[in-house]
């Protein structure tokens, strides 16, 4: 066995322990999604209404 044979058979029985565990965010992670998206939400709210009022850049 050589050198690269190692580092494959290493990866092999790193990839048997791996199990799923869920998905999605944790509670705070998604608390700070939602606040993201909020501010998002909020800057295009001023971006479009900067434009309708004539204030956006030439």
Not at 24 to 47: C, E, K, M, S
Not at 51 to 56: A, D, E, I, K, R
């Amino acid at each position: 066995m050589g050198h690269g044979d190692t580092d494959d058979l290493s990866a092999l029985i790193t990839d048997r322990h791996w199990r799923y565990v869920g998905s999605g965010h944790t509670p705070g992670a998604a608390l700070i999604a939602a606040g993201i998206a909020d501010d998002l939400a909020q800057n295009r709210a001023a971006a479009r209404e900067a434009l309708l009022s004539g204030g956006g850049a030439d």
